[in-house]
């Protein structure tokens, strides 16, 4: 078990002193408290802005504790939450299972189409419908085998009565062309408020094909907002426009596993995994262009520049926030629950190398504050969710189900 009421010495302890900004922030940050990262970064690339990187750190003042409540998952991947509480969770090698928040986990469900699980595909992001107590539709994204190699797909099903399969599973969406590699799949997906999916996408690695990133007329290292049967939502931003796919939403990503709603704006987040370096938070945008593979603050894994090695370029995003060296991020959620007061608001990411969570204060859209979490479970943390009962609930690649909360 993991107390956070006790952190390294190097943390320094704030009080939220009980008060809150719109956007979740601590207003006692100090902006000279030292930073939570001190090993050194990969390149001498400058921030773009004040607290664009390595922002003071921050500890949780509220007792509270993370557990391990299951670990008899094989590679989990995905997980959501159910209205009753309990917990959907994909398994990287084709399955998907629900546990209680008391960790007893189902078998497996059936019914769900052929995955190619090698490298870094499998079953991947879930989500289920809004109206899912009337329609229990379940949405997911995998990598699916096709000719020419494999690619991102999505697919809906519901999940039938008695819980033990998927009914009438479609493939409502392919990120088209394929490409015989298995890096590189992006692999979340959301409903909005307007009830269309956003499915994220990965540039699948190669040299030759992280360039798609920038083109229009691929889906590769792509946001795409589509209806419930796959078609292009209404109002994209490329809607009409010769030479572009219509369900792209913004474009210019490496490799994006990380979506999740700020509960109160709406805005739609995304991280994204850089090289050796340069990982990413954005806020996401219609039309606009993330930028990758032409500017970044990482390195190739070989050490060598990526590109020209620039940091900027007219008509391209800056991250609100990156780190190097890198998380290896992967699933996030916002804190949306009253049970830790000070956590509201608060965005919260799981890190596969870097084996922690972190919790981001976020004050008009910037980055104020870092606090890691679990950094001592020696674990590779893939996904996490808020539960109903105000706890968060996080996966790791070693088949652990944590549950992290109030004591």
């Known amino acids: 078990m993991f107390k956070a009421s006790i952190l390294a010495a190097t943390c320094i302890f704030f009080a939220s002193c009980g008060s809150h900004s719109p956007n979740g922030a601590n207003p006692s940050i100090n902006d000279t408290t ?4 001190t090993r050194p970064p990969n390149t001498d690339y400058k921030p773009a802005f004040a607290g664009q990187t390595r922002i003071a750190a921050v500890t949780t003042s509220t007792p509270y504790e993370g557990k391990v409540i ?6 989990p991947w995905g997980i959501t939450t159910l209205p009753d509480g309990r917990l ?5 090698g084709g399955t998907m299972r629900i546990a209680t928040t008391a960790g007893q986990v189902s078998e497996s469900i059936t019914g769900i189409p052929p995955v190619n699980s090698g490298g870094q595909g499998g079953l991947l992001g879930v989500t289920i419908d809004p109206d899912f107590n009337s329609n229990r539709m379940v949405y997911w994204v995998f990598s699916e085998a096709t000719t020419g190699g494999n690619l991102t797909a999505a697919a809906k099903g519901t999940l039938s009565a008695d819980e033990k399969r998927i009914e009438n ?8 062309p394929a490409f015989p590699n298995n890096m590189h799949f992006g692999g979340r997906v959301l409903v909005d408020r307007s009830g269309n999916l956003f499915v994220s996408t990965g540039e699948r690695s190669d040299l030759e094909t992280r360039p798609q990133a920038q083109h229009l007329n691929s889906g590769f290292g792509k946001i795409v907002r589509i209806k419930k049967d796959g078609q292009p939502a209404d109002g994209n931003p490329f809607v009409g426009q010769a030479g572009a796919r219509p369900e792209i939403y913004s474009y210019g990503h490496r490799n994006v596993q990380g979506l999740a709603f700020h509960p109160e704006s709406g805005d739609l987040w995304a991280r994204e995994m850089g090289p050796r370096g340069g990982d990413e938070i954005n806020l996401i945008q219609p039309g ?12 190739e894994y070989s050490g060598k520049k990526v590109g020209a090695g620039i940091t900027h370029q007219a008509g391209m995003e800056q991250p609100v926030y990156y780190w190097d060296p890198v998380l290896s991020p992967s699933g996030m959620t916002f804190y ?3 049970d830790i007061d000070e956590w509201e608001n608060n965005l919260f990411q799981t890190g596969l190398n870097s084996n922690h969570i972190a919790r981001l204060v976020i004050r008009n859209n910037r980055v104020v504050g870092e606090e890691r979490l679990l950094a001592n479970e020696g674990q590779r943390f893939r996904d996490i969710t808020q539960g109903k009962d105000g706890a968060l609930y996080a996966v790791t ?6 549950r992290i909360g109030k004591k």
Do not use: F, Q
């Open 88 to 92: 959907l969770i994909t398994e990287k």
């Open 169 to 176: 599973a479609v493939v409502i969406y392919r990120a088209a």
């Open 70 to 75: 299951s670990n008899s998952l094989k590679r």
């Open 34 to 37: 030292p930073s939570v990262e």
């Open 336 to 338: 949306s629950d009253d």
């Open 397 to 402: 690649d070693e088949g652990r189900l944590y």
């Open 288 to 299: 606009k262009n993330y930028g990758w593979p032409t500017i970044g603050y990482g390195l």
